[in-house]
């Protein structure tokens, strides 16, 4: 069997909804900083695609192909086998291994498998960490969910929000010691669904020892919060109202979340992350002006003259700093999608978890030197670079 008519066994097995998951590894082309590829069947509003996650080395994207789609899922998936030496199928019927010679030649090992389909996707309540059908009093509290348990219509999309974080968070809580009491500051909380969605899934359904503090400018919102919490019980949780430029805190901190915290807002959680050394750090910056104001139309100037290209370019540069500041601090840092632009065009989190103490200086001025060039002076830089 050569690969095309392998790919078309595979295309029939996709289309058929037998496919439970596919993974492209020992990439050929280093270059590309491709480690993994994984694919696995979801339902995107009643409809099944192929997910593909392309994990790089610093950062992971996702593909999505409609099933029905024959001529992209074949494009893409002989891309894929012209890329990966080892390849992986689980399917409802088959564990398929595959290695491909140098001269893309298939040896193919088939075993049964009694394997159960899921498909996973943002219609099926199976994918989601909160349960859809069961009653949460935060999620009621909240005005997500009725009485009777039922998440309302109109709050549909804040709620795959929330389980889309707690799959962050699910993910980051993994860094820590589960027998310490957690330790998580979030900075510029607003209304803080996420906080409390934070809380809830910690301390009521992972049974974890957990202390979280929401941070914001606005009183009435802090005064709010802290009365629902007092309302759910929620012990471990209080919101502090001030600006977070100003908290100060001796306790070890063990995670420091800041999500559509305004402009500057979150570089100085950048820098309180540093500086306490935080395990996991995760944020979605937003409006990020700082460097948009002073990035002039001639460095790039056919991209530049349009708005919103130079609002979109002064993001991707400022968050690809931050992420690269986190590094250079011996953190490993993805830039990653948070939820889908659907939801939110706020949608980059910046994920990063300590790994050394190590500080590379050098890299830290030469992305300074890099932005002094170009005429753009950014506080972070001048920081953590005094
Ligand atoms: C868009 S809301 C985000 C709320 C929440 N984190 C979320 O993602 O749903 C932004 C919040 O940031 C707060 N904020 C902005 N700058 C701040 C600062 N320096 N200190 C504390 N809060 C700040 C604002 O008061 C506002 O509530």
Known sequence: MNIQEFIEELISTIQNSELIKATFSNIRNKELELEKSFANLILIKGSTSLQIEYRYKRIIKHKNILITDKLELEKTLTELFNLAKDINIQTKKQNINIKISKKFKLAINRKNADNKLTITGQNKKKSYLLDENKPHAFLIELGIQSKDGKIKKERYSKFRQINKYLEFIDHAVKKLDPKKTIKILDFASGKSYLTFAA???????????VNIIGIDLKKEVIDSCNEIAKNLNYSGLEFIYGDVADFSTTDEIDMLISLHACDTA?????????????K??????????????????????????????????????TDSIRADVLNSYGYKTDIIEFISEDNTPKNMLIRAYKESDFIDKAKLLEKKSYLANIGIEMMLLKQVTK
């Open 280 to 317: 996991v750090f995760l944020a979605v910056p937003c409006c990020q002006k700082e460097i948009n104001k002073q990035l002039k139309e001639k460095h790039i100037p056919f991209m530049l003259k349009h708005g919103i290209i130079k609002e979109k370019y002064a993001s991707l540069l």
């Open 266 to 278: 979150s570089d100085i959680a950048i820098l309180k992350a540093l500086k306490w050394k935080v």
């Open 199 to 209: 809380y809830h899934y910690l301390a009521l359904e992972k049974n974890i020892k």
